[in-house]
C-alpha cells in the first residue's frame, strides 16, 4: 500500500523555523520526484516545493524562495521541508505528494497525497 505520512508541524512565531518530515512506504521513493503542497483554509491547494528522484533539481513557490529548502533521504525513504523566516502568512496545512511518473521533472501531476500537518505561524 502506498503511503505517505508527514509529521514535524506545530506552533512557531514569526521569524522562527521548522522542519516537516514524510515517510514513504509501498513504492521506490528513489524513483520518483516528490513535492510539498500547502493549503489555508478557504483558499486552494498550493505549490510550495519540489525535487527530482535523485534531488538533482529542486524548484520552489516564489513566495518562499530563499526561506525554505526541500530535501531527500532516498535511503531512509523520507522527504523533508526546512522552512526558516517563518511569516504568518505561511500558515496551513502542509501536503507531501508523489509524482505520478518516474524520473519525472513533473511537481504538478501527483498521484498520491499524505494526510498533511499543521503549521501555524503566529506569535
Known amino acids: 500500500q502506498v503511503q505517505l505520512v508527514e509529521s514535524g508541524g506545530g506552533l512557531v512565531q514569526p521569524k522562527g523555523s521548522l522542519r516537516l518530515s514524510c515517510v514513504a512506504s509501498g513504492f521506490t521513493f528513489s524513483q520518483y520526484p516528490m513535492a510539498w503542497y500547502r493549503q489555508d483554509p478557504g483558499k486552494e491547494r498550493e505549490f510550495v516545493a519540489g525535487i527530482s528522484s535523485k534531488a538533482l533539481s529542486t524548484n520552489y513557490a516564489d513566495s518562499v524562495k530563499g526561506r525554505f529548502t526541500i530535501s531527500r533521504d532516498n535511503r531512509k525513504n523520507t522527504l523533508y521541508l526546512q522552512m526558516d523566516s517563518l511569516k504568518p502568512e505561511d500558515t496551513a496545512v502542509y501536503y507531501c505528494?508523489?509524482?505520478?511518473?518516474?524520473?519525472?521533472?513533473?511537481?504538478?501531476?501527483?498521484?498520491?497525497w499524505g494526510k498533511g500537518t499543521l503549521v501555524t505561524v503566529s506569535s
Open positions: 505528494a508523489k509524482g505520478g511518473a518516474p524520473w519525472s521533472l513533473d511537481y504538478y501531476s501527483m498521484d498520491v
